[in-house]
T-cell receptor, first 113, second 107 residues
Framework: NAGVTQTPKFRVLKTGQSMTLLCAQDMNHEYMYWYRQDPGMGLRLIHYSVGEGTTAKGEVPDGYNVSRLKKQNFLLGLESAAPSQTSVYFC????????????FGPGTRLTVL | GQQLNQSPQSMFIQEGEDVSMNCTSSSIFNTWLWYKQDPGEGPVLLIALYKAGELTSNGRLTAQFGITRKDSFLNISASIPSDVGIYFCAGLDQFYFGTGTSLTVIP
């Protein structure tokens, strides 16, 4: 049981490049989330999903897209990376209702030059 | 967007001391959560609070859901070196996280 895994762990992009971050969970959780963490800002919710085939915007969705084609995977895409998207990205999942325990992945450190 | 204010921002304490930190908001939340994050890791849930006034313990940790539903408190008793990390509060309905309290425990 690996829990929540994220790939890649580190990535450096040039402005304007695109990339996709992959989150996978093996706990059969319905809810999945993408956060970004910046110094002094805590974690901010980018997008989330309440089940396979569904996505919803969080607090800071601009510049990102997501997809949940399979229940166990939640993809975060950057179509045209900007330096402001330099951050550490965390994926999380939970069983059902929003108050349930969220399990976090180890994070992806992204730098956009 | 919504912001939860945590204080203090950082703490340096001696091993064995008790620790108190709090989280306040201008909005009401129905659930308060407290997480701990170790360096290079994702946050791990410590305590969840679901009712105003609720007091919940998890080992040496005790957290309270404020009566006004706009604040929450976390206490750590008899701190040990492995308590080092960043502590975050989070409020629901949407997941809004606080700015974090960095704790350093001096042996």
């Amino acid at each position: 049981n690996a829990g929540v895994t994220q790939t890649p762990k580190f990535r450096v992009l040039k402005t304007g490049q695109s990339m996709t971050l992959l989150c996978a969970q093996d706990m059969n959780h319905e809810y999945m989330y993408w956060y970004r963490q910046d110094p002094g800002m805590g974690l901010r919710l980018i997008h989330y999903s309440v089940g396979e085939g569904t996505t919803a915007k969080g607090e800071v969705p601009d510049g990102y897209n997501v997809s949940r084609l399979k229940k166990q995977n939640f993809l975060l895409g950057l179509e045209s990376a900007a330096p402001s998207q330099t951050s550490v990205y965390f994926c999380a999942s939970s069983h059902d209702r929003a108050g349930d325990t969220q399990y976090f992945g180890p994070g992806t450190r992204l730098t956009v030059l | 967007g919504q912001q939860l204010n945590q204080s203090p921002q950082s703490m340096f304490i001696q091993e064995g001391e008790d620790v108190s930190m709090n989280c306040t908001s201008s909005s009401i939340f129905n659930t308060w959560l407290w997480y701990k994050q170790d360096p290079g890791e994702g946050p791990v849930l410590l305590i969840a609070l679901y009712k105003a006034g609720e007091l919940t313990s998890n080992g040496r940790l005790t957290a309270q859901f404020g009566i006004t539903r706009k604040d929450s408190f976390l206490n750590i008793s008899a701190s040990i070196p492995s308590d080092v990390g960043i502590y975050f509060c989070a409020g629901l309905d949407q997941f809004y996280f606080g700015t974090g309290t960095s704790l350093t425990v001096i042996p």
